[in-house]
């Protein structure tokens, strides 16, 4: 049993994955509540958007780790998220702040639609990704 840099990056992955996956869960508790109008957007906003930059430097530090770490197939697993989270935090709406949901426009149907489908994409990512680093890690820990 060897306790290898890689190893401990997939450690790291496993809890952060486990916090990735408790944000993407709040997010769908929050736009669920926004659809059936139980909150204020204003107010969901307020507590949504302090958790965008975390989400995505958590992902990023993630990969960080398995780029020290060489392990490249996790790398471009990863990489299309990454992506997609660069380019959200780029062309998002409100540039005042650090966050990507604006509440003047959440509200619409079609918009609150694309959030709530988002974060139940990301739930299974993340879920997917949760298992494969669990596997991972096993695996790199009895290699010998």
């Known amino acids: 049993m060897a306790f290898t840099f890689v190893a401990f990056a997939y450690i790291?992955?496993?809890?952060?994955?486990?916090?990735?996956?408790?944000?993407?869960?709040?997010?769908?508790?929050?736009?669920?509540?926004?659809?059936?109008?139980?909150?204020?957007?204003?107010?969901?906003?307020?507590?949504l958007n302090p958790l965008v930059l975390p989400e995505y430097i958590i992902h990023i530090f993630i990969n960080i780790l398995f780029l020290l770490g060489g392990q490249?197939?996790?790398?471009?697993?990863?990489?299309?998220?990454?992506?997609?989270?660069?380019?959200?935090?780029r062309t998002r709406s409100m540039k005042s702040g650090f966050g990507i949901y604006d509440p003047t426009t959440i509200m619409n149907a079609h918009?609150?639609?694309?959030?709530?489908?988002?974060?139940?994409?990301?739930?299974?990512?993340?879920?997917i990704t949760f298992f494969y680093y669990l596997y991972s890690m096993i695996a790199e820990l009895i290699r010998e």
């Open 12 to 47: 790291v992955a496993l809890i952060l994955t486990a916090l990735l996956i408790f944000f993407a869960i709040w997010h769908i508790i929050a736009f669920d509540e926004l659809k059936n109008d139980h909150k204020n957007p204003i107010e969901q906003c307020n507590a």
């Open 72 to 89: 490249w197939l996790t790398l471009v697993f990863n990489a299309p998220l990454i992506a997609y989270h660069i380019n959200k935090f």
């Open 111 to 127: 918009i609150l639609s694309l959030a709530q489908r988002e974060g139940w994409i990301k739930l299974g990512f993340y879920m």
